[in-house]
Each structure stands twice: as structure tokens, then as C-alpha cells.
């Protein structure tokens, strides 16, 4: 049945360990391995998507000439994903999701890297605290410059609009804002088009993928981050309905992935693993968030309970350390160049984030809590349908060619400056008090007003986001009218799903803060008039507009802790904590009818194969088997193998792992990586070679090629003379492999991947220990989705209780 | 070599599967196994110590006769640990810590269990949140109970007082007021020495090591519950220098553990896994932290933080909600009965928790960030000092006799009174501001000064701790001396050591709160003296008191999110961010000099087999392999295996789980456990019965008993014709066991243990896949401690910056 072939002699571990000369051993791929296990007539549809699509692509690019000595630049280049997708760059949204891959946390425990390994610990831990604190630096750098260049833009269009219109018309007034406005957006547009599709959204769920175990190209190398951060400020200003608080976590994310890889940084050396560099995404996303919102612990518990899979004790430690780095020198910054005011002066940084909250009134009444879980019950309904309208419109209005996307975002944000303008002309010019117009001076918005008054709707839907959530929070008890607020309220949301799936950097934080605490303001006004004939109860509308901006964010992005953490730093009202958990949990409780988060969803969307923590409800009967779900087509090697045979592997199949049997009984010993196989090749590290001149060093291996174009082996250039010889796989494999019982439980394999972040699990049969087939993230993704998609919603959904 | 014996035809899995009659099978128990692997000289002293130890002390124990089919009430006297530690209750330190015995967080996925499940998933969840709900209920109540009583015990003392005083004398007011402390400290001595030993101290070790996945007897029992709650009550109003934090945190997962075992509940039908059990410990634990700080964000992540090694999104909903409505229950008592606020009147509910703090200024300069820094070191320092101390008198003078524990309690206490009022007598007496008296007047306590005055010593040393706390944090800035700050610091310290070991139950976040703020309140005055120099510098002594106690706890406990939050939140100041966040950072980098936390040295002294997410140092070295840590004395069975074999390895050995070998190759099929053999044999579930009559149901299999004592086994009363006949347990064990190779290294097996939270990992042959050992708790736990304990405690010490 197998083709043991011609030499028997395969040299158990022991001996492999002791590196004698060896010879012999098996010639033979294990290729005919797939006659003893039976594969189904489709086996080959167990070969994820990604794998089959990319190969037909791969011939069109020329073969290059790599040279595979050079494994610094190489690896860069890899990683900021130069190389790889220049053959999938135009296709569908710019960005090629398809192309994604599994990352390595796992350190490989080679015979070859247990004598080869001993780099000082010591150093690589101090130099993780400073690169922890450069990223926190640099995160808090660009929210200041982003917080900054969005005033004086705000600032600036606001005196162009107030000098045409005094000294030529109101009509140029607001041709001049409006195109402005367009200018902007389409200089967002273009950069993100042309330059960095991934800069495109809040790009958080590419976070979530990166630090779930997924490699997505280009997603934070430093074209994406400059774009990312250039066009998020010029989106912003704008005045399209986003805001800066998602793209400042793939900002942070996108800083901290140039610590793990720069050229110039020679940090890159020290860190080269895959689980190094999610250490550095967590605590860059966590100080994204941090700076958005001025809230450090706010931060590090988004980025655990949202954006993270995989969590250790030293990754929260040196991420909280990023955001409180990234939230002071965001505060300092303010303080010294905007608030004019020296280090040693006397300063409270209350609100040291980009989303500052004055002073309000904290009191509330008991028998108001039922009135603000409806509130958070309402708000948690709207963000689903929020959430569904924009995934709708993503699915049906995403144009598929440059020009029209940038056509779409310069007519999109022409009809969002149109509609603004309408729908302000349907509001009122309200009196200046004169007391609150220092507090609110940049939200007030005088538009046609008189002196001293302001345009109620125009000042909510042109100002400038930050103050006018300020203002919508923190304003006096009359300010607003029940018809204004519904009315901003609805124009909101609507420009809000306009704009989420244009092509420019777009986070919804902002805007999702701003309906929520419209419409509670709304609410306060309801209730107080419906209360009104129990007696004189006068409400706090501030809670309510708190109440309402944390269940719109709760119902939108899903989180629990984070969110109110992230109100209560931001805010500094911890007297709002009851009302704060009410909002979280209705709204929680009444999204989940909708389906799953946006993030969730864009992850859906974008056929990111991400494996939550908990196994997905398709796996969750007991009669589906490990063997069920596993890709059957298994390539093995023995532990000595002839280089025709790796090189065919490599050049027929796009797996990225490749087990290794014992000679007798097809037992898993190891598993080697392709990335490691090409390295072998082109190092000519053959047994013969190896014996008498041990060319290799530990870290190039540890490193080595992951690209599976088939051209690569071509240019690999290997003689025929060479084909005959043999590579010692045993010394360099992965010793001791993760495997499991072929009858074992889908969710039990479904726990073990997940758990122990593998990329590759062996299933093996129980009573003989002979391979049947490998799990890898593409099977348990396919095997969870292989129920139908309603059923999906309800699993993600449900998993907000379970 | 292997002892295949007479049948070879053992049936495969699929076989078993379909429940054929099955007839012959293995015939002998596999004990002969150990000829093959090569066994050292030592081999017995891989089997953990706790195991050996408890077979001498069993024998003692006369054979009573238990109702084997009376399995609901057996299971619940088996989790009260009624039963188990009758034997060994009076040994070290009342707590028999040997008796510890690894959780199953795995559920059995048996055949059998495959066919027999089914039971409803939905209103298991919904049950728990309603056991969540009551959870938190609970735990308020208890909370205010504490609450309550100490408030009425520190009155009725002070009017005794001051009746005594000024109607007879001072120095038999001196008395009365001491005799009434030292009562209760002697009651709550003698409840916890001799009805429930368990609750000494404040018990979140034994929350910890639960969570862990490790069964302490009698930890959360009843009677541990009511005890600890009653002796919380009197020690906290002794005066003794104890708070109720602590142990409120043991009081929750007691109330927990009540809900999934309780007889009368019904519920313990739904929740018999350990899984379950330990989700509602985390919420128990969380809702205790929330209710004794008014914290419930802060509570979870301390749950997360602190005391659990396994958390699951569920969990932390489930906990959070729990601590919402602990604190909301603590909250609304309050202000119902102590405040005789109606429920629809106005309330801000601002400061919930047991400590409540006023509000104050919250600015502070710039330039006293360093400042800050250099206090949080200082606080760590002394933490690290103090959890020394702690530990040193625990090591050097625990009394092992319950007399002397008694006698320990009364004279202690009565030494602190004298102390405090020694003390007090070096103060001064202190005109009470008038403004300020309403405020402070549960703290100002007058002792022997005329009316109107108080005694400044006297007041910080013998008030309700609750109220001199907000008293130091709050009160102005010319309120104390530096002299009475320093003398109360440094008797608060030597009164916390002494009291923090005593046979009571003590929690010591209290007190470490007090020596904060008072050296916080101190380094104030002299920052501000320093200062004077350079000019008129106000210093806000509020801001260094915070600092203080914030920088004692980061560095007593060493967490670092969940004090921060726990202040911000108890406190409400999130002004005071920044401070906060250097005051944790610098605390713990100073303390971490001193060795472990308080709680990790309670757990290595109390010798509870901890293991921590990291693997510890021992295990890091490349070359200890999975065979190295691994305890070889397998005993092993077949599917089918003999009844006589399967008493005489129950009677023989104390192993908790047995490996299912293959016929062929000695492959593990599948793990058997200790409980279900028992109740395999005592259901009589025969070969020869089970096809006739399937008397099993799962439930009762999932279950199961625990008890290692081999005296059950005589219980049993096995005849000797059933002795001959045979159990499938190929039907029974649970499949697919988690396995590693022999060679791998030992921290793999560590993470592969610890991630999936094992109970056993089987080490198999790398190249064969024959059985060479397995891995329980205590072989990792013992293999991380054989390096030598000063190594032991650099590395946990590290892991607070790794």
C-alpha cells in the first residue's frame, strides 16, 4: 500500500539529532499516500479557495530573479507585501482579500534550532518596552497632527464661508464651503485609490485579522500608514460623516508592524516571529483608541475584547504602557501648542482625547433607568439596522474600476454637503447665551444667521465632530428642540451610511456617538414631557445623551467593558456607571436580533478566514469528526527525502506545511513549512552539503520564504545533478507536531487549533496513528460556514450571551 | 513484551460504537507495562507527593457504608468535602492543602456520552444568568449586611465610650472600649478555628486555585460561607487592622458554588460540570470586588486580572452582569435603609462600594509627575517589605493547635488596642472645623479631648476604617501633621502584619489603602516643602494620598488594569488617570524586587499546585523534554478489561485518570477516570448487563464519584464472581485524550496542559506512538519547583514585566 520504495533505512530522531553522515534513506514522495484513506469524489473542494485561485494568476508575472541569499531585504519586501500581490492588486476592492495566509505563531522547535537558539532574552524584553514606548509616541504624535490639521481646516473653511458670504453672496459662501468640502474628499479618494487601497474604512477588522493569525498584504506597511494617516485628516475635514478614532488603531497597528520589519530600524533582527509583531499590533491598537478617546485603559481592553484572539499577560502590560504613553503626549501636545500652556503650568488633562466633554450635571433618578434601557434598547435596534443598511450598500455600490470609486466619494460627499445645507436651511437661527458661546465657540455654526446667533442644524451637521458631540452632550437643558434633534438625528444616519463604504479612510466611532447622543437627547425631551404630569421631575437630558451615545456604540461595535471604560475615561463620570451598564446591555441585547457586529461583518465580507475563540455552532454536533473537516490531499515527506520530490511538492501543491512520516506505520514526526523547504533549496543545504560545511544559521531559518508562487521553485534554478540529491527534513522539522484522533470531535480539533494558535494540525488515525488528512485554518473556516448563512448570523450573534 | 494475554479481538472503536454483544476481550490489566520503558532507580519519586501521602492517613478512616445509586446527594456531600477530609482536618494550619485534587474542565466525550446528549442548551443558558443574577444579589446583601454591622459595632463601641468616660472614668472606658474588640475578634477566632478553618485570611488564593482547575475541600462550602461571613462581620468591627474586601471576593464564589451543588436549588442538575462551577466562581468573585469598592467593571477585570488562568467572553458577560448587580443591590440598601432615601427619590448613588470617598479637588501639576513616581516606588518597596513580613510570621508563627490559634487571635488583638491607644496618647487633640464635622463624623472619633476636639491619632487608629479612609484621602490640606501621618503610618504596618495572619478572616485591601494614603498624605507635605523654594507651589495632597494607596495596592495584589479601575471607579476622579497609571506602573517595577505577590506566596505556602498561563522558568530550557517531567508508573487497561483488574488498579494506585490502551502498539485510545470506574463497578455496568439491560444514564456517568480513599473500594463489596466478569470500557472513556511526544519539549507540554485546561496529557513515543508516561498537574507543578526557590520567585517576579 505505501511506497516505502527503495531504502529502508530511515534514521529514527535520536540518530538525526546526532547528525551522523547519513545515507540512504527514503527516495520516494509520499505521494501515494492518498489510495489508503478514502477520498471523496470532491476532495479536491476541501483544498480551501485561496490555495486553487491564486495559482492560475501566478503565470502571468514574469520570473524574476530573486536572489535568496539576501534574506533581510527579502523578507521585508515580503512582508510589506511588495512582491506577492502585484498580480491581484486590481481586483475586487482593491483589495485582494484571497491572497491572505496563516502567520506562524508558533516557534519551531527544530532539532536544528535546539542547538542553534540561545539570543539573549534579556534584551529582546528591555527593547520590546522601548519599541513599546516609540509606538505609543508615534500613535500619539499623529492623533495630535490629525486632531490639529481637522481644526484649522474646520477653522479655515469657516472663515472662507463667513468672508464670501459678507462681502460677495451667500450662494458663493456655500459654494465655496461645499467645494472645499469635495476638494478634500476626493483628495482622500485618490490617495486611497491610487496609492493604498487598505487604507480604505476603519480597517479595523484587518487588525483583527492580523492578531486572529492571518496575514494580509500591504494591510500595514508604511505606504498603507502615511495614505492611512494623510487622507484620514483630509476625509475628516472634509466634513463627510466619519471620523478618526477606527483609523487611529490601524495607524497604531500599521506604526507598530514598522518596529517588527523596518530597514533601517534593526529592530528587525530581534523580532521576527509572527507572535512578536501581534505583541506590537495589540498595543498599537489599544493606543490608537487610547488617543481617540483620551482613555489608555479604555484602549487596552478594546483592543483584548475586540480586536484580539490570542491575549497574554505581557501583551496587556506593555500595551497599557503604549496607550498611556500615546494618551500623555496627545494631551501634552494640546496643552502646549493648542492651549497655549507650558509643561509646568498648572494643567488637569481631564480630557486629554480627541473627544473632549465639558462639565455637566451627573445626577439621575432611579425611576429613570427603565427609560434609558428603552433608550439603549432603541439605539441597539437602530445599529443593527445601521449595520445592515451598510453592508447592503457595500455589497450592491461598491464600483469595481479606480475612476468610479473616485467619482463615487466626490458625488457622495457633494450630496452630503448639499443635503447638510438643505436640511440646515429647515432649522433655526438660535440666540447666542452669551455665557455658553465661549464654551461651544467652534460648534456654533452662524451660517445665515444675524450676529450673535447661530443656525441650530447647520452648527450639528457642519461643525466639526468633535465639538459639536461636545456640544450635543454637554449644552444647557433647552437648547435644542425635539424637531431639530430628530431631525440631525436622521440626516445623521443617513450621511453616515453614504459615506462608511466610500473609498477613503472612514471610522464610525464619531458619527455613531453623534446619532446616539441626538437621539437621547431626543428621548429627554419625550420623557420629561410624558413625566411631566406625575409632578415637576426634572431630568438630566446629559444622561440621557450619554446613555444614548454608549448603546449606539455598544450596538454597533459589540463590546461590552471596553465601551463603557471607554466613556468613562473619555467623559470622566463615573457618578453615569449604572446607566452606562444599562445602555450596554440593551443595546447588546436588542442588536443581536440584526446579526453580527460591522466588524464581524466587514470580516465576512472580505472572506477573512477568522476563527473566534469559540467553535462556531456548525461544529458544535457531536457526530461531525475531526476526520470530517480535514483537507485530505496530504503531501508527506519522509525524514530524509530526495530534492525531486520536495521540488515537485513545491511546485504542485500551494500547501504551506508539509508533514513528515516515520518510515513504518505513515506516524506524523514533524512537520516542515514551505518557507523553510524553499530556504533548504536554495541554500543547497543537502545531506551531502550539510555534512561538510553547515552553511545554515538558525535565524535564517527560522525566518525563510512563505511565498508559494510556483515560479519561485522555477527560479530556484536546481540542476538535474542536484534534483538527485537528498535534504535532511528530520533535523529541521517542527518536532512533535500538534495531532489529533481522526474520530475525534470537529470542536474538540476546532479548541485545539484556536487554543494553541497552530496553523497546522495533523489528524491521525487512533488505532494505528497514521496521518488521514490536515486541519488548517481554510477547513475549520470552510466546515463553519458550510451551514448556511442565516444560521451563521445567529451563531455570532448568539455568542453575545452564550 | 507487552502481557496481550489470552483474546486478542478486541473491538475497534466503531465496533464499540454500535454496542454489539460483545464477548471475550483483554483479560489482564497492563501492569506489566513499565518493563518497557526504562523506569529509574527513583521512579517513585515521580509520583506527586500529595498522592503517596494520602494512603497512610486513609486506613484510619472506618469503612462506612455509602448508597452508591444515590447519586445526588452523594455528589453534594462529595463537593461540601464532608466526607473526604474527615481524616485530615487537623493538620497544618486547619487546612488539610495536600487534599487537593485536580477539576475536570474538559467534558467527557465519550461514545456513550455522544448517544446519551442531548439535554437542553437553551435554558441552561438561560439558567445562568439567573444564577448569575442571584449570584450578585447575594453578594450585595452580604456586602451591606458587613456593611451595616460594622457601621452599628463602631457606634455602639464609640457611645460606650464615650457613657463609660464620662459617668465612671477614662481608663475604664480604655477598657470596655478594648474588651468589646477584643470579643469579637475572639468570636470571629473561634468560628473560623473550629467550625470552619477555611475561611481564615481572605481566601482569594482558594478562588484563584479553583479557577485554576484545582478542588480545595471545604473551601466554599456552607459552612465556609456562613462562617466567613459572620467572622468578617465581628473581626472588621474588632478594630483589628483587617478589611472585608478579601474575603467578600471569597463570600461571592462561596455563594456561587452554593448554586451548583445545592441541594435544594435544582439547579445542580443542570450545572454538574466543572466548567460551569467555574464560570460562577469568576462572577462570584467578580461581584465581591464590585460590591466592596462600588466597582463592577473594576471587579471583573480584577476577576480577569488576579484570579482566573481560563476566561471566556461568556464569563466575563456573565461576571460582569453579576457585579452590576451586586453593586446596584449594595447601592440601593444603602440609600434605602442607611441614607432613608425612597428608591424615585433623587439619587446619584455616586460612590457605591463599602468605601466611600468625598468628593475633592482634582488638579495637580505637571511637574509633580515625577514626584508621583517616586512615591509609587516607595509604596512598592514597602509592599514588598510587608507581603515579606506576611509572610515570614505565617512560616514562623502559625500555632498548629486550635487553642493556640484562639489564644493567638485574643492576644493579638488585644496588643493592637493597646498599641492604638498608646499610640493615640503621643497625639494631640484637634479642633473639630465646623464645616468639616458632618462630614468626617463617623472618622473624628474624641476619646479623652474636651468637646468639640478630637484626637488626631486616636481617630485614624481606632475609627471605622471606611470612613478614616475617605478621612485621609479627603480631608483639607492642613487637616494632619506630618508627624501623626508618619506615627499612624507606621502603626497602621505593624498592626496590618500582625493582624493579617490570625485565624480569622481578613482581608488586607483595607488597611494597605490606609498606609497608602497616609504616606501619600505625608510625601505631600514634604513635596511641598521642598518645593517652597522655588516658589508658591500649592501641591494638592488629595492627588498624593490616591497615588499612595493606588501605588500600595499595585504593589501588594501586582495587577495593574484592575486597580486603576477599581479607584477611578471608587473614586470617580478620572482626572487623576495619569497619576494612577504611574503610580501602578511604578509600584509594581519597584515591588517586583521583593518577590512574588501576596497571593502567589499564599499559594506557593499553601502548596497548591498553581500553574500559570506562562511556563515557568524550569521548564524553559530546550532540553527538558515531555518523558523528563512525565510520571511513568502508568497503569493502563484495555477496552474490554476485567473487573478484578479494574478493583485491584483502584485499590493499588490513587491515579485520578486511566489510559485505554490498543490491543496492538499499546496506543492510547482513550482516558478512563477514577470516578466513572467507580461508578461503573458499583452500578454493576457489566459487559454482561449492559447488553441486557442498560441501566446507565449519563448524567449519572458524568458525574461520578471522586474519592481516592481505597477504602471505597471495600465498599463496593465486590463478589468474587463478578470479579470475573468485564467492563466495556471502551463505551465509557472519553476519546481522542490529548497526547505529546515523548521528545518534546517540556514547555509545550506545559502550554498544551495549561491552555486546554487538561487533567492528564498523555506522553506517547514520538516514532511508535506506544504509551511512555502521563502528565498530571502536580508532574508540571513539581518539575517547575525542583529548580530552587529563589529562582522560583525571580520568575514569577519577572512575569510581571515579561
Not at 753 to 764: A, E, G, I, N, Y
Request: hydrophobic share 50%.
Amino acid at each position: 500500500m505505501t511506497s516505502d520504495g527503495a531504502a529502508p533505512t530511515t534514521p529514527n530522531e535520536d540518530e538525526l539529532a546526532l547528525r551522523e553522515p547519513l545515507v540512504g534513506g527514503a527516495t520516494a514522495i509520499e505521494s501515494g499516500y492518498d489510495s489508503d484513506v478514502d477520498v471523496p469524489a470532491d476532495a479536491s473542494a476541501s483544498v480551501p479557495e485561496a490555495r486553487r485561485e491564486e495559482e492560475p494568476t501566478t503565470p502571468a508575472t514574469p520570473p524574476r530573479r530573486v536572489n535568496f541569499r539576501g534574506f533581510t531585504a527579502r523578507t521585508q519586501s515580503l512582508y510589506l507585501g511588495t512582491e506577492r500581490t502585484l498580480s491581484t492588486q486590481t481586483t475586487d476592492s482593491g483589495a485582494p482579500e484571497d491572497a491572505v495566509e496563516s502567520l506562524d505563531f508558533a516557534d519551531v522547535d527544530s532539532h536544528w534550532a535546539r542547538r542553534a537558539r540561545g539570543r539573549g532574552v534579556f534584551s529582546k524584553v528591555s527593547a520590546k518596552w522601548i519599541v513599546a514606548a516609540f509606538i505609543g509616541v508615534g500613535v500619539g504624535t499623529i492623533a495630535f497632527l490629525i486632531d490639529v490639521s481637522v481644526l484649522y481646516a474646520y477653522r479655515g473653511r469657516g472663515k472662507l464661508f463667513e468672508v464670501c458670504r459678507r462681502r460677495v453672496h451667500l450662494a458663493l459662501a456655500m459654494f465655496a464651503y461645499g467645494g472645499v468640502g469635495v476638494a478634500l474628499a476626493a483628495i482622500a479618494g485618490a490617495l486611497t485609490t491610487y496609492v493604498a487601497p487598505r487604507a480604505k474604512g476603519a480597517g479595523v477588522h484587518y487588525v483583527m485579522a492580523m492578531l486572529n493569525g492571518i496575514y494580509i498584504p500591504k494591510a500595514f506597511d508604511a505606504s498603507t500608514l502615511w495614505v492611512k494617516a494623510v487622507a484620514t485628516i483630509a476625509a475628516v475635514s472634509s466634513g463627510l460623516m466619519i471620523g478618526p478614532e477606527g483609523p487611529l488603531v490601524h495607524v497604531g497597528a500599521a506604526i507598530a508592524m514598522q518596529f517588527t520589519h523596518g530597514a533601517s530600524s534593526g529592530m528587525a533582527d530581534l523580532f521576527q516571529s509572527d507572535l512578536d509583531r501581534s505583541d506590537f499590533i495589540s498595543a498599537g491598537a489599544a493606543a490608537g483608541i487610547a488617543a481617540a478617546f483620551g482613555a489608555p485603559i479604555g484602549g487596552v481592553l478594546f483592543s483584548l475584547e475586540e480586536a484580539s484572539t490570542f491575549w497574554r499577560e505581557s501583551t496587556t502590560r506593555r500595551a497599557l504602557f503604549s496607550a498611556s504613553i500615546a494618551t500623555f503626549v496627545l494631551a501634552l501636545a494640546r496643552a502646549v501648542f493648542l492651549e497655549g500652556s507650558a509643561a509646568s503650568e498648572h494643567t488637569q488633562m481631564k480630557n486629554p482625547g480627541l473627544l473632549r466633554v465639558g462639565d455637566f450635571d451627573s445626577t439621575y433618578f432611579l425611576i429613570e433607568l427603565p427609560f434609558y434601557a428603552a433608550l439603549a434598547g432603541t439605539c441597539g435596534v437602530i445599529s443593527g439596522i445601521v449595520t445592515k443598511s451598510i453592508i447592503f450598500v457595500s455589497t450592491n455600490y461598491t464600483p469595481q474600476r479606480n475612476e468610479r470609486r473616485l467619482a463615487q466619494v466626490v458625488l457622495v460627499s457633494l450630496a452630503c454637503v448639499v443635503m447638510f445645507f438643505g436640511v440646515a436651511a429647515a432649522g433655526k437661527c438660535v440666540t447666542e447665551t452669551p455665557g455658553e458661546v465661549s464654551r461651544w465657540s467652534e460648534a456654533s455654526i452662524r451660517l445665515w444667521c444675524a450676529e450673535g446667533e447661530y443656525a441650530d442644524l447647520g452648527s450639528i451637521l457642519l461643525g466639526n465632530k468633535n465639538d459639536v458631540i461636545a456640544w450635543v452632550l454637554g449644552s444647557p437643558a433647552k437648547a435644542h428642540t425635539l424637531h431639530a434633534l430628530l431631525l440631525s438625528f436622521a440626516t445623521t444616519l443617513i450621511s453616515l451610511i453614504m459615506a462608511a463604504n466610500l473609498f477613503v479612510p472612514a471610522g464610525l466611532f464619531m458619527p455613531t456617538i453623534l446619532w446616539g447622543s441626538l437621539l437621547g437627547r431626543a428621548a429627554a425631551i419625550v420623557v420629561e414631557h410624558s413625566l411631566s404630569p406625575l409632578g415637576d421631575l426634572r431630568v438630566n437630558p446629559h444622561a440621557y445623551a450619554l446613555v444614548g451615545a454608549t448603546a449606539a456604540l455598544a450596538g454597533t461595535f459589540r463590546a461590552t467593558i471596553s465601551v463603557v471604560i471607554i466613556v468613562l475615561e473619555g467623559v470622566g463620570k463615573s457618578a453615569f456607571l449604572f446607566p452606562l451598564l444599562i445602555a450596554v446591555a440593551g443595546a447588546n441585547l436588542a442588536s443581536r436580533l440584526f446579526g453580527a457586529s460591522l466588524y464581524e461583518e466587514q470580516l465576512v465580507r472580505s472572506k477573512i478566514p477568522f476563527l473566534h475563540a469559540k467553535p462556531p455552532k456548525a461544529l458544535l454536533d457531536d457526530s461531525i469528526t475531526a476526520f470530517d473537516v480535514c483537507a485530505r490531499d496530504v503531501v508527506a515527506f519522509k525524514a530524509i527525502e530526495k530534492v525531486s520530490a520536495i521540488e515537485e511538492a513545491l511546485a504542485q501543491t500551494t500547501h504551506n506545511g508539509f508533514p513528515i512520516l516515520s518510515a513504518k506505520g505513515k506516524r506524523v514526526i514533524g512537520v516542515i513549512l514551505r518557507k523553510q523547504l524553499l530556504v533548504l533549496l536554495s541554500r543547497r543545504a543537502f545531506v551531502e552539503n550539510l555534512v561538510h560545511a553547515p552553511v545554515l544559521n538558525s535565524s535564517a531559518m527560522e525566518e525563510g520564504h512563505d511565498d508559494d508562487s510556483s515560479s519561485i521553485i522555477a527560479r530556484l534554478g536546481l540542476t538535474d545533478v542536484e534534483r538527485e540529491r537528498r535534504c535532511d527534513l528530520g533535523v529541521f522539522m517542527a518536532l512533535s507536531p500538534a495531532s489529533i484522533a481522526a474520530d475525534a470531535r470537529a470542536r474538540d480539533a476546532y479548541v485545539l487549533f484556536t487554543r494553541l494558535s497552530l496553523r497546522h494540525l495533523c489528524v491521525v488515525d487512533a488505532a494505528t496513528g497514521a496521518i488521514r488528512g490536515i486541519i488548517t485554518r481554510h477547513d475549520l473556516f470552510d466546515a463553519a460556514e458550510s451551514v448556511d448563512r442565516s444560521l451563521h448570523h445567529s451563531v455570532s450573534s448568539s455568542s453575545i450571551l452564550l
